[in-house]
């Protein structure tokens, strides 16, 4: 899931003179309403959101949060220009927002772990990264964080994209391994391969993030909000964080809670919804909630600039800060 919010940046055109003030509005005895993009639609994967609602965590912040859903709100642009001050993002699209020059700086990591994994049925014997060598891999396109997780785990071992044969198959990895169209996919840990296995499909799984450790799904903020208003950044990402721990603490509170907030989750597969939701928690998790490594920004860079999707390192330390981390 999330596969919106990871599509990289690559046509990104900002004009930075079209800068406006952030959606908030903030008077004596009101909350400060934000409207926050998400990248998709809603999930269970967003249960530390919804719990910090429902637990009165924002509230407690004084802010008012305003879900937005649409595919076609670009969050990493709103936030560059200032019009809005937060947006849910995947670590790559960071980098390549500042390659660009866009004052935007990751404040809070929600995923430990990136997300990506490599899912083949069983009896194609693929054991490790190596045995990918000379096989067809089916993925969304040559964008996002699909794409990126792919290239890392290859290059991790010894591989390169022109070692594999790729071929862009739309968001329907399921539907075309049940179909028996694909034996190899590209996609999320928390996704494809608990919707196969709910299916009776064996597979196996290669997670990238058994390789090696990049930057993944975050809290976004402009610089102009850092600057301006940093009371409103700690207040949110304290909130959000209070969610968070509530979620891997209270799993089940967190999965009641997020029914109100998801259309016709009822009719899910509410053993399928859990295990997503458990599988989420695993990467979430940390001593230290929404701390972000340096070393997965250094591997995050080395793997795009290996892409050459950024031209040349860049100050890492303008990209993301552990500044609102309790």
Do not use: H
Request: glycine letters at 8%.
């Amino acid at each position: 899931m999330l596969k919106k919010l990871v599509l990289l940046m690559l046509g990104l055109a900002i004009s930075l003179s079209a800068c406006g003030s952030p959606q908030v509005t903030n008077e004596a005895g009101t909350l400060t309403t934000i409207r926050l993009p998400m990248g998709y639609i809603p999930n269970i994967q967003y249960a530390p959101f919804y719990a910090a609602i429902e637990k009165g965590y924002f509230k407690d912040a004084g802010i008012e949060i305003e879900f937005d859903y649409s595919f076609e709100t670009d969050g990493v642009k709103l936030v560059g220009v200032g019009e809005l001050p937060f947006a849910v993002v995947s670590g790559e699209q960071v980098l390549l927002a500042r390659a660009q020059d866009v004052p935007v700086t990751y404040v809070a990591a929600w995923y430990q772990q990136f997300p990506i994994s490599v899912i083949s049925k069983s009896d194609a014997n693929i054991s490790k990264a190596e045995d990918l060598k000379g096989k067809t891999i089916g993925l969304p396109g040559l964008f996002g964080a699909n794409y990126i997780g792919l290239r890392a785990l290859l290059f991790s071992a010894g591989l390169s994209e022109a070692d594999v044969t790729l071929e862009e198959i739309g968001f329907n990895q399921v539907e075309l391994v049940v179909a028996d169209k694909q034996n190899i996919i590209v996609g999320y840990a928390a996704n494809e391969p608990i919707q196969l296995q709910a299916q009776g499909i064996d597979v196996t799984e290669l997670r990238v993030a058994d390789a090696v450790q990049l930057a993944a799904n975050g809290i976004l903020a402009s610089e102009k909000v850092i600057a301006e208003n940093p009371e409103l950044v700690k207040g949110f990402v304290g909130a959000f964080l209070k969610g968070l721990q509530y979620t891997i603490e209270n799993p089940d509170d967190a999965f009641a809670m997020s029914a109100a907030y998801i259309p016709n989750f009822a009719d899910q597969d509410q053993a399928v919804q859990k295990e997503i939701l458990t599988t989420s928690i695993e990467m979430w998790n940390a001593d230290r909630l929404g701390y972000s490594d340096p070393q997965a920004w250094e591997n995050m860079q080395n793997i795009l600039l290996e892409m050459k999707l950024i031209p040349e390192k860049m100050d890492l330390s303008k990209a993301f800060t552990n500044e609102f981390v309790p």
